[in-house]
Nanobody
């Protein structure tokens, strides 16, 4: 089993920055993809950014150029640096790990990000 623990959410003004962290523990395959998704009230959960264990990353168009995803494989931790935050970035942000060997998905409990003046 795999557990994901997120941290770093909070309240920030438009134009501000936040950094999210997600630490994975348990039986983790070396081949995996970790990433961030978000869900705003009344909307479907959507991909924000993902990064593979080999370092390949992908971003949603809405955050490309503002957000940066990175990971520390030794610590099984993924980070999301969010800059130039907008009101529309307000959502619950979820960490996800996809096991590349068993094709299993694991989710964190979510962390609230609120962008408001």
């Amino acid at each position: 089993q795999v557990q994901l623990v997120e941290s770093g959410g909070g309240l920030v003004q438009p134009g501000g920055s936040l950094r999210l962290s997600c630490a994975a523990s348990g039986s983790i395959s070396r081949i995996n993809v970790m990433g961030w998704y978000r869900q705003a009230p009344g909307k479907q959960r959507e991909l924000v950014a993902v990064v593979s264990s080999s370092g390949h990353s992908n971003y949603a168009d809405s955050v490309n150029g503002r957000f940066t995803i990175s990971r520390d494989n030794a610590k099984n931790t993924v980070y999301l640096q969010m800059n130039s935050l907008r009101v529309e970035d307000t959502a619950v942000y979820y960490c996800k790990l996809r096991d590349g060997v068993f094709d299993s998905d694991y989710w964190g409990q979510g962390t609230q990000v609120t962008v408001s003046s």
